[in-house]
């Protein structure tokens, strides 16, 4: 009975993802082989792997791509962590007017769906001229989620205890030097979770560079994958799964070996908490 | 350094956490700041180390007023109840950290660290990190990063009540050494009156943000200022008997529901003077209380409770709906539901005002 019991989470969360691991079992066999049959590979080949020297049809280089989504991701990371720690500790930390206010319009502007805002950020890009650009996908993805950031930094400066804070000003501190040599080693764990979490996000994203980087020269990973799937300008519409997975498997492994080193500091998001 | 606190009043909001509190804390002076939760003490000391800025009032270091002085250039040391020693830097970064920021030169903070961390012996844990350390050592961590800036003034936010029993003794003897060998102004905050009659100087009692009464332990003990002081010093607290005044030939009377004291001459001139007052409390520590066998006196008593602690023993004791606390040697004949007669010690007895608490007389 005992096994059985012990045995039974597991059994169930196995059949419940299972779907999933064949999806990336899939994945792995198709992007080395040139036709599969289910999960049946059709012999072992490398030749899906060809963008990786020469750039596939008209698109440009996949590396520039890979450049692009890095750029993105890491941008829009850093401006994330800066913009929420220094937010979330205000937010955290002193009083003002309106601050009940403005910390129930980060909830619902977290809850808002962003895709409504599409237009209205078209126009605004267009405006500052960043249309087609990193730099101002990276701030409306940036922008979108800075509600989740400054929430979950939140959580993290609510945790250091105020006490902790009296000491650093009474050791010498001012506000800053406290914040900065007291408060940020502290929430340190926070840190880290949010730039893994956010980076993952960014890597991911797919609609705002697809729809405010039109340029090639601007694609990211995901925007380079689903012209793949859809055929490039000037191509038949012939779709190569192969490719396709390769270019897949691509896309996720450096991913999947992020998420490999740091999903400590991950499961602390969805913990949300401070251990000393 | 002198602190003078003048006419202090700390509000938040609508709440007034203290109330036109003046203190003058002498040069060298150890004082404990004593109350219930929620009295208002640590706000004092908040307000004293510049967290807090006074809604009215002054505080004043040697004389000149600080009111508007950041915490950074008060030169103070403070102990928090949770230490709020840093985690992330180890016990040597802890004690460094307020020396770093002074700028200091590093032989120096080096110099410094060391001696401080001899006088706290606390030398074989410079390399560790606070997660690392017990309650006491963190403890000893959090006094010595205090006393490494050689501040003017220690503030101690109840440093003692995370430690255990047999700990917090030794602790309390140790700080108390150290005060008065360093002879650093200290002002201490702390719920436990015995850890404020142990070790401090002089103690100012304080209820809901009032100041109760500020004077030596002693006097705490034997001339309390009201009903709350009397209470709160001293330890099993003080017995209270609510009674009116009746004249029986030349004797006063205290007379309640089913029992009656005659009062000793030593109280009957006070209590002449405010007999229009009918209704009085005398109060009687439990010390000053004897039992004898019933037909002795004239205020018989149930036994109820007997709780032995050792030295002496702690009898509960039912007057009709009264319930009173003798403290008798260990040798005593009764047990639980014997009738005995209680004798107060003339010589220490206490009438308050029933309305306002005040202490009206004392034998």
Not at chain 1, 72 to 101: I, N, P
């Amino acid at each position: 009975m005992g096994k059985i019991r012990k045995g039974a989470p597991y059994l169930i969360l196995m059949v419940l993802s299972l779907p999933l691991l064949l999806l990336y079992a899939w994945l792995f066999i198709g992007a080395f082989s040139p036709r599969t049959h289910g999960l049946i590979p059709e012999g072992f080949t490398l030749s899906n792997w060809r963008f990786l020297f020469a750039p596939w049809g008209n698109r440009p280089s996949i590396w520039v791509a890979a450049l692009n989504s890095t750029l993105l991701a890491g941008g829009y990371t850093v401006v994330l962590l800066l913009v929420s720690s220094t937010a979330a500790y205000a937010l955290s930390r002193l009083s003002f007017r309106g601050r009940r206010f403005f910390l129930m319009l980060v909830l619902i502007l977290h809850a808002f769906p962003s895709i409504t805002l599409l237009i209205a950020i078209f126009y605004v890009l267009r405006a500052l001229r960043l249309y087609d650009t990193l730099i101002g996908v990276a701030l409306v993805k940036t922008a979108l989620e800075l509600p989740l950031g400054i929430w979950v930094m939140k959580g993290f400066f609510d945790n250091v205890s105020w006490d902790i804070e009296m000491a650093a000003l009474i050791d010498g501190c001012s506000r800053l030097q406290a914040w900065r040599r007291v408060m940020i080693p502290m929430v340190r764990p926070g840190i880290a979770a949010l730039a893994v979490f956010a980076f993952v996000l960014g890597w991911n994203e797919f609609l705002l560079p697809y729809i405010y980087m039109p340029s090639s020269r601007n694609w990211t990973l995901s925007v380079f994958i689903r012209s793949v799937t859809a055929g490039g300008a000037g191509e038949i519409l012939f779709v190569n799964y192969g490719v396709i997975a390769a270019a897949g498997l691509f896309y996720v492994l450096p991913v999947l070996l992020f998420f490999l080193f740091t999903q400590r500091y991950l499961l602390q998001i969805y913990a949300g908490g401070v251990k000393g | 350094m002198r602190v003078s606190i003048e006419r202090l009043t700390k509000r938040f909001g609508k709440v007034v956490a203290v109330q036109d509190l003046s203190l003058e804390i002498m040069d060298g002076e150890f004082v404990a700041l004593l109350g219930p939760s929620g009295c208002g003490k640590t706000t004092v000391l908040l307000t004293v180390a510049g967290i807090y800025r006074p809604t009215q009032g002054w505080i004043r270091f040697d004389g000149k007023v600080v009111n508007d002085l950041p915490p950074r250039d008060r030169n103070i040391g403070m102990v928090f109840q949770s230490y709020a020693l840093y985690p992330h830097m180890t016990v040597y970064e802890n004690i460094a950290f307020p020396l770093t920021l002074r700028r200091m030169p590093r032989a120096e903070i080096h110099r410094r660290v060391m001696a401080a961390a001899q006088l706290l012996q606390i030398e074989e844990l410079l390399d560790r990190r606070p997660g690392q350390l017990s309650g006491g050592q963190q403890q000893r961590v959090a006094l010595c990063r205090a006393l490494a800036k050689e501040p003017d003034l220690l503030l101690l936010d109840e440093p003692l009540s995370n430690l255990d029993a047999r700990l917090r003794l030794l602790a309390r003897a140790e700080i108390k050494r150290l005060q008065k060998e360093l002879g650093i102004t200290t002002i201490f905050v702390t719920h436990d009156q015995v850890e404020a009659m142990t070790m401090a100087d002089r103690i100012a009692v304080l209820n809901q943000g009032v100041l109760q009464q500020f004077d030596t332990p002693e006097a705490l003990y034997t001339r309390p200022a009201n009903l709350f002081v009397a209470e709160f010093i001293g330890s099993p607290p003080m017995n209270f008997l609510e009674g009116s005044l009746t004249v029986h030939g030349s004797a006063l009377r205290l007379t309640g529901p089913g029992w009656h004291v005659t009062l000793p001459e030593g109280l009957r001139s006070c209590a002449e003077a405010i007999r229009d007052r009918d209704r009085l409390i005398l109060g009687v520590r439990p010390e000053h209380v004897r039992l004898a066998s019933p037909e002795e006196g004239e205020l018989r008593a149930e036994v109820y409770v007997i709780e032995p602690l050792g030295r002496d023993v702690l009898v509960n004791l039912r007057v009709g709906s009264l319930r009173l606390r003798a403290l008798v040697p260990p040798s005593f004949p009764w047990k639980v539901g014997d009738i005995v007669s209680l004798h107060f010690d003339s010589a220490h007895l206490y009438l308050f005002d029933p309305h306002t608490g005040v202490l009206i007389g004392r034998s």
